[in-house]
Every structure is written in C-alpha cells, then in structure tokens.
C-alpha cells in the first residue's frame, strides 16, 4: 500500500492562506521486493526553518519508495515558470505537462514561479544533485492555482529526500541564487582559471570541420591581439572527413595532415599568448574508428544517423579508454584544457542493464566516476587546468569538474544566447558562465556586430568568425567591446545579477558591484538610475543600447548632476558633456551597439 503524510510547512502564501506539502511514497519499482509497500509508520518527514519564508522538508523512508510531494500556490499575480532548461517557454504551463527528468548529467532540479515586479511567488529545489529526479508544474485549471510535482527514489538509510521551498517574494533571480548557494555548501571547487573568465575564440562556427594547424593559429594570432585569451579547437582536429556527423569520434588521433605536430602546434598558439583548449565528443564511439570493435557492446544506445553509439560509463574499461585519450591533450601536447561535449548524451532514458564487468549499477554513478578520475588524472599534469561543460549538464553535482559551462547552440541567435547565459548565471555556482560562439554574416553592420555581443555581455564571449575576413569597422567593434568584458569583468560576471522580465525573455539586463552598475537594454525601455545620496553617491553607470531606439529614457529619484559620455558600437566617444538631471525621465542618445557612462561625484 502507499503512505501519505500531509506536512505543515510554517509558510504562507500570497493570501495569507498556510502552505502545506502532501507526501506519499509508493514501492520503488522494479528493485524493491514484492509486497506492501511502507505504510505511513515507515515515512518520516521533518520541516525546518531555513530563513524568512524558506522551508526545508527532509524525507526518509523504512522501505525502498518512490516519494513524491505535491503543494499548491495561489496563481495570484503569476507572470512565468522559470527552469533551468532554456527550451521551454517561460509562459505558464498546464498541470498536465510531463514533468522534467533530471539527472548528473542534464539539468538542474530546481524551478521558480515567478509573479509581477519579477518577484518569486515559489521556488522548489531538491537536494539531490545525482541520481534521476522528477520536477513538475502547471496550472490547475479547476482553481486557479499552480500545482508542483517533485519525485525522487528513496532507499533505506540512504540521505534523505530533501525538499527546498521558498515562498519569501524576492526577486526570482536571488531565490535561484541561494538554492544555487545552498547546493554548495560543504562541497568544493578548484577554482577557475583567470583565461577561463576571458574572452575565447572558438573555431566552431567559423571553420567547423576545415580545421588544421596553420588556420587555426592564424586565427589565433588575430584573437589575441582583439582581446581573446584562449582558443578553443572543435571538431575536425580527429578526422580527416568533413561531412559532419560522429562517425570519427572515440579513437581521438589527431589528423596527421592537420596536426602533424600537436605539441609545435600548442606550443605556437602559447607562443601568441593564448591557452590552448581541445574538443572532445566525450560519450561517443564511432563506427569508423579502430576502437568501434573493443567497445560495440559497451554502450547505451547506437545512433545510426549519427554512425556513432553511446558508450556506457558504468564498464571501467569504458572510462579508462576515456581518460587516456583526453589525458594525452594536456599531458603530451601541453594543451591548457578541454571542451567536453555532449554529456547529457549520458542520460538516457532506459538504460540497458549493466554489462558484465561493470562496476557501477547506475548510469549517473558511472559518468561520476569518469569526470572524477579525468579530473584528478588532468591536474596530476596542469593544477589548473581548464574544463568547459555545455548547457543542459548545468548541474551542481558537475561543478567539481569543470571551470566554465557554455551555452548550448544558437548560432546567430542574439536574444537566445542572452536568455541561456542569464538562465546559466542563476544556476551556475562557482562556474564561468560562457556565451554560445559569437557569428554574423561577412556583409553584417558594425551595429549588428555589437548587439551580438551585447547580448552576450553577462557572460564570457567566444568569438567564431573568420577575423581574416572582417571590415575595419568590424574588428573595431570587437576590440571595444571585448575590452569592455575584460575590464568589467568583475562586475559582469561576478556581480549581483538582476534580469528582468523571464517572461519577454529578459528586455534589461542589470548587474551590480560596489559602485559600478551595468545595463544592458534589448528594448525600448526606461533605465533607472541607482539611486545614491552622499558619499554613496559617487558611482559610475554603464548602459549598453542593444536596441534599435536611440533614445534612452534614464529615470533619476531626485535631481542631480553627472558627467555623460557616449560612444558609438566602435568606442569612439560621440560627446562628453555635464549634465542636470531632473527627477523623472531624462532622455539621452546612444545608438544602436553604442554604449553610455555616467559618473556623478559624491
């Protein structure tokens, strides 16, 4: 039979009206013997005050269960459902919606109902960081309410299904933030590498497959000179074949007409003053390689359109080919680090049972182990070695192994690549958050060159175009705003985030860091001025116009006086002049890609 325990949480809701959590835990199937399952004497639960209007609910259970818990919320004022997965819209979803399945290897198990002025009505979050987990939520369209749905197994003496709930009306940004802090504690990062908070070029986009030693150091040499402090080699350094797809990818030889010298060839792009970073489609094995044959029975799944199969991270012959493949990049060829792509590949959803040899039960246990031993394999060699990871493996159980973590693919799509670095930013923990590589067509505006980047400004840019092809204009917009990112980078990247409006896809984009704010506005919409008085009062305001409105309406609480600089999307100043600002709206001019400075003195 199911258990069902009803727990008063100590909050309340918009209303007024006490939140409460409904528990059941039904027999984990297929592992749990046959029989009763745990009746309501053999689940426990517990709740504890966290912080004003933050509950943490802890479940353990007599007997191997699936616990599930269903609250509802008043959808008084509700505007978006914000989840870390950056392809679903943030408009209100059904209660009937298949929930999220959540893994080490794809996404994050938390979710936020968020209502006008960008405030939280409720932001859940589990504490398990590993093993599979369910995460649920839609309207009810009987009451009016949102209901949400989180289900996890439980086994006897294992750690308790834990159960975050925040209900204290901040800022939907902040709640993230501190379920992103509370995933942290007690664990621990390596900290990131200064190039990995620079900006990087990658080769993806530009070159894509057409990769050999002499085009990419020419590129390299370019990149330093804009800005960039590293360069990311992508797919073809492995194969000679241009036609895509991963038929090549699990012996990781490099192409010896491309790379005849990849030591010389690291050694060079150092040389540039640039790190050095190596693409690897980790999980896959393919059909064209020599080691197809040894590892053919040791996957998840084959992908015949792809000619490439999943390998199955639970056979320790399995990982240990792994790790002596990537290994070689940083230990023989002196490469900084590498891109480690396609994880969530991992993820699958019915498994296969273990192999025989195979040392971990459960798929997420065996992809652990393969970044914890590739981990300490890389830094046995480079301490400070650099890991990118890729949206939708954002998880905190990942960040012990990577530096940085790049949004996933959207080439040429400013607004999305925005919306994936923000999302990123809330969820990343101690991670340099990367935006997707940076493109535009050859014949593009030097304005439209700067959106781009603008739209990636919270973020570290990774640039991918040809820079042997670009304009004057062009390679002048990326010299100013490349140098923006890497002088402000304190506040960009590690500033008190603030987006606005989840569900427009964030139109204004603020962060703060002592005295310095930086505004980024993808619409035609007001900016505030922070507002200081006294000796606090001295600050310096930064607005990027991503948007075609020139006029920017900069709203002042009470009449002041600051310096005004313009520039243009080049960097070259426009006017410099002292201005009274009136309380209320003051209208200034930035043009598109262009970007204002305001100072006032204390």
């Known amino acids: 039979m199911n258990a069902a325990i009803t727990v008063t949480t100590g909050l309340t809701h918009v209303t007024g009206a006490p939140l409460t959590v409904h528990l059941t835990a039904a027999p984990a199937a297929p592992a749990a013997p046959a029989g009763p399952g745990p009746g309501a004497e053999g689940l426990e639960a517990t709740a504890?005050?966290?912080?004003?209007?933050?509950?943490?609910?802890?479940?353990?259970?007599?007997?191997?269960?699936?616990?599930?818990?269903?609250?509802?919320?008043?959808?008084?004022?509700?505007?978006?459902?914000?989840?870390?997965?950056?392809?679903?819209?943030?408009?209100?979803?059904?209660?009937?919606?298949t929930p999220r399945t959540v893994s080490y290897a794809k996404g994050a198990p938390v979710a936020s109902l968020v209502g006008t002025g960008d405030r939280a009505l409720c932001t859940a979050a589990l504490g398990e960081t590993s093993a599979p987990v369910r995460i649920g939520g839609g309207v009810v369209e009987e009451t009016g309410e949102f209901a949400f749905t989180v289900e996890q197994e439980l086994a006897p003496g294992a750690a308790p299904f834990r159960l975050r709930i925040d209900l204290g009306g901040r800022h939907f940004a902040a709640t993230v933030r501190a379920v992103a802090a509370w995933w942290a504690e007690g664990t621990t990062h390596p900290g990131v590498p200064p190039a990995a908070r620079l900006p990087a070029y990658s080769t993806w986009y530009s070159l894509h497959q057409n990769v050999d030693a002499a085009a990419v150091e020419r590129q390299a040499a370019l990149a330093a000179g804009l800005g960039c402090a590293s360069v990311i080699v992508d797919d073809g350094w492995q194969t000679a074949d241009r036609a895509r797809g991963y038929a090549h990818c699990g012996d990781w030889e490099p192409n010896p007409a491309a790379f005849p010298d990849p030591a010389a060839h690291v050694a060079e792009v150092h040389r540039l003053g640039l790190a050095h970073l190596l693409w690897y489609a980790l999980p896959f094995i393919g059909r064209q390689n020599k080691a197809w044959d040894r590892f053919k029975d040791l996957v998840l799944r084959e992908d015949a359109d792809l000619e490439a199969a999943v390998l199955d991270p639970r056979h320790p012959e399995?990982?240990?080919?792994?790790?002596?493949?990537?290994?070689?990049?940083?230990?023989?060829?002196?490469?900084?680090?590498?891109?480690?792509?396609?994880?969530?590949?991992?993820?699958?959803?019915?498994?296969?049972?273990?192999?025989?040899?195979?040392?971990?039960?459960?798929?997420?246990?065996?992809?652990?182990?393969?970044?914890?031993?590739?981990?300490?394999?890389?830094?046995?060699?480079?301490?400070?070695?650099?890991?990118?990871?890729?949206?939708?493996?954002?998880?905190?159980?990942?960040?012990?192994?990577?530096?940085?973590?790049?949004?996933?693919?959207?080439?040429?799509?400013?607004?999305?690549?925005?919306?994936?670095?923000?999302?990123?930013?809330?969820?990343?923990?101690?991670?340099?958050?990367?935006?997707?590589m940076t493109m535009w067509h050859p014949a593009e505006t030097p304005e439209s060159v700067a959106v781009h980047l603008v739209n990636a400004l919270f973020s570290v840019p990774q640039i991918s175009v040809d820079l042997t092809a670009q304009s004057a204009d062009q390679l002048a917009v990326l010299r100013f705003w490349l140098g923006f990112c890497r002088e402000h980078a304190d506040v960009l990247q590690l500033g008190d985030l603030e987006p606005v409006?989840?569900?427009?896809?964030?139109?204004?984009?603020?962060?703060?860091?002592?005295?310095?704010?930086?505004?980024?506005?993808?619409?035609?919409?007001?900016?505030?001025?922070?507002?200081?008085?006294?000796?606090?009062?001295?600050?310096?305001?930064?607005?990027?116009?991503?948007?075609?409105?020139?006029?920017?309406?900069?709203?002042?609480?009470?009449?002041?006086?600051?310096?005004?600089?313009?520039?243009?999307?080049?960097g070259e100043i426009l006017s410099e002049t002292a201005l009274d600002l009136a309380a209320g709206a003051n209208a200034v001019t930035v043009p598109t890609g262009g970007l204002l400075t305001l100072t006032r003195e204390p």
């Open 48 to 97: 504890t005050q966290l912080d004003d209007g933050v509950t943490l609910i802890e479940v353990s259970s007599a007997a191997p269960a699936t616990v599930r818990a269903e609250w509802r919320v008043p959808c008084v004022g509700a505007t978006a459902y914000w989840t870390p997965d950056t392809s679903a819209a943030r408009w209100l979803p059904p209660s009937w919606s």
């Open 318 to 436: 399995v990982r240990a080919h792994l790790i002596e493949k990537v290994s070689r990049a940083v230990e023989q060829w002196g490469a900084d680090g590498v891109k480690l792509d396609f994880i969530d590949c991992f993820a699958v959803a019915d498994p296969p049972p273990a192999p025989p040899g195979a040392d971990r039960t459960a798929v997420h246990e065996g992809v652990r182990q393969l970044l914890a031993d590739l981990d300490a394999r890389l830094r046995r060699t480079r301490p400070d070695v650099i890991v990118e990871h890729r949206q939708p493996y954002v998880g905190p159980g990942l960040w012990p192994y990577a530096s940085m973590v790049r949004a996933v693919d959207c080439p040429l799509g400013a607004a999305q690549n925005r919306q994936r670095t923000v999302d990123c930013r809330l969820t990343a923990g101690p991670l340099a958050v990367h935006a997707d």
């Open 501 to 570: 409006r989840p569900d427009l896809g964030y139109p204004l984009v603020v962060a703060r860091a002592g005295a310095t704010t930086v505004v980024a506005r993808y619409a035609p919409l007001s900016v505030d001025l922070p507002d200081r008085t006294g000796e606090a009062g001295a600050g310096t305001l930064f607005v990027a116009n991503a948007d075609d409105d020139p006029v920017v309406p900069l709203v002042a609480a009470r009449p002041q006086r600051a310096l005004v600089r313009v520039q243009d999307c080049r």
